[in-house]
Each structure stands twice: as structure tokens, then as C-alpha cells.
């Protein structure tokens, strides 16, 4: 079946430009992740949902980032007035409902956003 | 100091060779280790899933995990060029959130 995608795979982006970033989750998966990527590093938690339930936006580095997933499937993922710093690679997770491999989390490829 | 230490490498290898890579990490709460694989310009793909300490193999892949000295490992048995990528691992406690190392980045020389 098909896996998680995101729109766009690339952006770029002049400082203080507003974007945002699609993530469509695996059919019936009801968790749903965003990470935040930069060049030589391992991806970074930003925020969790459960279904349309914004869990833990704990990761989310500023004010100028927001998320939502208003149906409980597909999210976006939005930043305001972007800044040099926000230039990374901006993956989405998903994972399917159970107790079997609690949180088991299927990457999409991710956008990478260049902030100019 | 980060929650998970993981050398960037980069690392090379001849094919056939055993690969080997692992992750210290220092939360002591961690009880689920993975590994990732992360080609270039793709998301991560999950490759291995532990629970607690023991061994897990799968295919050409083992998995270690240490939790008395906080260390997990990943062998790569017979590698092949295309094995070549950068490897994740990755962990967390009960709850959801995944903590990954930096990733190690993998050749596989023909």
C-alpha cells in the first residue's frame, strides 16, 4: 500500500515568507509525527497528534511554528516569518493503531525547506 | 551532552564485510531501540525494533542492546554496496517520542 507523503519535497523560501507543509498519513493510522531534520543530524521530535488531537507540541523550537490535523488525517505543518535557522529537512511519521509495536513509526521522504 | 551519542562517521568497507555501528545513550528510561536507514534525499525506513536487552536478528541484520552499559549495536553481515546509507538508531521510554542519535554514514566499496 501507499506510504506517507509529503508536499512539497522541496521548497524554498525568502526569510520572512510564510510556508506550509503537507503531510498525508498512512491510511488508519491514527499517530502522526512531525520532525525537524538538519543537514548531519538525526531528526528532531516537533509535535505529536492522535487522530485530530494535538498531543505534545513540545518540539516546536518558536512561536512561528504551527501544526495541525484538522480531520484527523492529513496535516500541515506551518511556519510563519521564516528565518535562515528554520532550514532543514521536515519529516512526517506515522503509526498505526494497537498494542502490538506500540508507536512504530513509518517516515515519509520529507520536504527540505531552504530558507534564502 | 545529547540524550544519544552516535559517531557520524563516516564509515568504509569493502563488500563482505561486517559493519558495524553502534549508539550510547544515557537515559535511563529508554526501554524500545531501533534502527533506522536513511538513503540520501529519502526519509528514515525502519530496520530493527528491540525491546528491552537481548539480541535480535533479522536476515544479515543483528541487533544488540545493553541496557547495564547503555549501549546498543547493529551488525551488517555480508554488506552489500547497497547497504550504502547513513543508519539512525533511535529510542525512547514508554511514551512516543523517539529520541535518534546523528546517524552514521555507511560505504560499501564494490
Known amino acids: 500500500g501507499a506510504g506517507v507523503s509529503q508536499s512539497p519535497r522541496y521548497k524554498v523560501a525568502k526569510r520572512g515568507q510564510d510556508v506550509a507543509l503537507r503531510c498525508d498519513p498512512i491510511?488508519?493510522?491514527?499517530?502522526l509525527f512531525w520532525y525537524q531534520q538538519a543537514l548531519g543530524q538525526g531528526p528532531e521530535f516537533l509535535t505529536y497528534?492522535?487522530?485530530?488531537?494535538?498531543?505534545?507540541k513540545s518540539g516546536l523550537p518558536s512561536d512561528r511554528f504551527f501544526a495541525e490535523r484538522p480531520e484527523g488525517s492529513v496535516s500541515t505543518l506551518k511556519i510563519q516569518r521564516t528565518q535562515q535557522e528554520d532550514s532543514a529537512v521536515y519529516l512526517c511519521?506515522?503509526?498505526?493503531?494497537?498494542?502490538?509495536?506500540?508507536?512504530?513509526?513509518?517516515f515519509g521522504p520529507g520536504t527540505r525547506l531552504t530558507v534564502t | 551532552q545529547k540524550e544519544v551519542e552516535q559517531d557520524p562517521g563516516p564509515l568504509s568497507v569493502p563488500e563482505g564485510a561486517i559493519v558495524s555501528l553502534n549508539c550510547t545513550y544515557s537515559?535511563?528510561?529508554?526501554?524500545?531501540f531501533m534502527w533506522y536507514r536513511q538513503y540520501s534525499r529519502k526519509g528514515p525506513e525502519l530496520l530493527m525494533y528491540?525491546?528491552?536487552?537481548g539480541n535480535k536478528e533479522d536476515g544479515r541484520f543483528t541487533a544488540q542492546v545493553d541496557k547495564s552499559s547503555k549501549y546498543i549495536s547493529l551488525f551488517i553481515r555480508d554488506s552489500q554496496p547497497s547497504d550504502s546509507a547513513t543508519y539512525l538508531c533511535?529510542?525512547?521510554?514508554?511514551?512516543?517520542?523517539?529520541?535518534f542519535g546523528a546517524g552514521t554514514t555507511v560505504t560499501v566499496r564494490a
Open positions: 497528534f492522535q487522530n485530530e488531537a494535538q498531543l505534545d
Open positions: 528491540t525491546y528491552s536487552s
Open positions: 511519521a506515522s503509526s498505526p493503531p494497537g498494542t502490538g509495536r506500540p508507536y512504530e513509526q513509518y
Open positions: 533511535a529510542m525512547r521510554s514508554n511514551d512516543y517520542k523517539l529520541s
Open positions: 491510511s488508519g493510522h491514527v499517530s
Open positions: 537515559n535511563s528510561a529508554f526501554q524500545y
